[in-house]
């Protein structure tokens, strides 16, 4: 009775559960998903066998024809499906990422600084901004010492802390003038839930005449201004992921 039923299973693989080691497996993987495919549409015995063949190993003597023929559409299908399924499933663990980070009330991700247009701009945005969400504004001017050198620290640092909001705004478009005139520039405000926590006027002054990133952040860390590093990146496109 046993060997009648070891001899159905054999029959039900057609010979093929022989193949042993990692190729062989492999080799049955491959026939099996080819044949189910297969066996779910009409297609003739003919085109069948040929994927039977296909999927089976060859003997030496066959190995350059085989190896000479062109991929089929079912085979090309099945070898990328896993690579766009992994595809898929980065694409949604970083979502729910992103929507935890959300619903723990971590505040949404920046990445930027922002250039503000106006004195109303300004309000509106420490207005609209999250709670837990620092704000660092910088007043500045164009030809002043040490501006520019802090516009472009506070766009690195921008990228670095996603979850604070980093702006600029030229004293001129403020709407305050003359609140910031020239020997105050540059100045670094900073907020949290709408209140001014850290004002630092002609800030240009706490650096050597150069002064990079990393300067203006252990300066901000010294007030415990800055958030802790977080990864996030909501401005990735996908074209971007697929590369990973």
Same mark, same amino acid.
């Given at each position: 009775?046993?060997? /009648? !039923?070891?001899?159905?299973?054999?029959?039900?693989?057609?010979?093929? /559960?022989? !193949?042993?080691?990692?190729?062989?497996?492999?080799?049955?993987?491959?026939?099996?998903?080819?044949?189910?495919?297969?066996?779910?549409?009409? /297609?003739?015995?003919?085109?069948?066998?040929?994927? #039977?063949?296909?999927?089976?190993?060859?003997?030496?003597?066959?190995?350059?024809?085989?190896?000479?023929?062109?991929?089929?559409?079912?085979?090309?299908?099945?070898?990328?499906?896993?690579?766009?399924?992994?595809?898929?499933?980065? #694409?949604?663990?970083?979502?729910?990422?992103?929507?935890?980070?959300?619903?723990?009330?971590?505040?949404?991700?920046? @990445?930027?600084?922002?250039?503000?247009?106006?004195?109303?701009?300004?309000? %509106?945005?420490?207005?609209?901004?999250?709670?837990?969400?620092?704000?660092?504004?910088?007043?500045?001017?164009? @030809?002043?010492? @040490?501006?520019?050198?802090?516009?472009?620290?506070?766009?690195?640092?921008?990228?670095?802390?996603?979850?604070?909001?980093?702006?600029?705004? #030229?004293?001129?478009?403020?709407?305050?003038?003359?609140?910031?005139?020239?020997?105050?520039?540059?100045?670094?405000?900073?907020?949290? @839930?709408? *209140?001014?926590?850290?004002?630092?006027?002609?800030?240009?002054?706490?650096?050597?005449?150069?002064?990079?990133?990393?300067?203006? %952040?252990?300066?901000?860390? %010294?007030?415990?201004?800055?958030?802790? #590093?977080?990864?996030? /990146?909501? *401005?990735?496109?996908?074209? %971007?992921?697929?590369?990973?």
């Amino acid at each position: 009775m046993e060997e /009648a !039923h070891g001899q159905s299973l054999e029959d039900d693989f057609e010979g093929q /559960a022989t !193949h042993t080691g990692p190729k062989g497996v492999i080799h049955d993987w491959r026939k099996f998903k080819l044949e189910s495919v297969d066996h779910t549409c009409t /297609a003739p015995a003919g085109k069948r066998e040929m994927l #039977r063949q296909m999927s089976s190993p060859q003997s030496s003597e066959m190995q350059p024809e085989r190896t000479g023929r062109k991929m089929s559409l079912h085979e090309y299908e099945l070898v990328h499906q896993e690579e766009e399924d992994e595809r898929c499933l980065r #694409r949604y663990r970083r979502r729910c990422m992103l929507d935890m980070h959300q619903r723990l009330s971590f505040g949404p991700c920046h @990445g930027l600084l922002y250039e503000l247009e106006s004195g109303e701009h300004f309000l %509106e945005t420490l207005q609209q901004e999250h709670k837990v969400t620092p704000v660092l504004v910088h007043v500045y001017e164009d @030809g002043i010492q @040490g501006c520019a050198s802090l516009n472009h620290s506070l766009e690195q640092l921008a990228a670095e802390y996603p979850t604070a909001k980093f702006c600029k705004i #030229r004293a001129s478009d403020s709407g305050a003038g003359d609140r910031f005139p020239p020997q105050v520039l540059p100045t670094l405000l900073v907020y949290r @839930g709408g *209140e001014l926590i850290g004002n630092f006027t002609s800030v240009a002054e706490q650096f050597a005449e150069e002064f990079f990133a990393g300067d203006v %952040e252990s300066f901000l860390n %010294e007030y415990g201004l800055l958030p802790e #590093r977080e990864v996030c /990146a909501p *401005e990735q496109s996908e074209s %971007e992921e697929d590369a990973e």
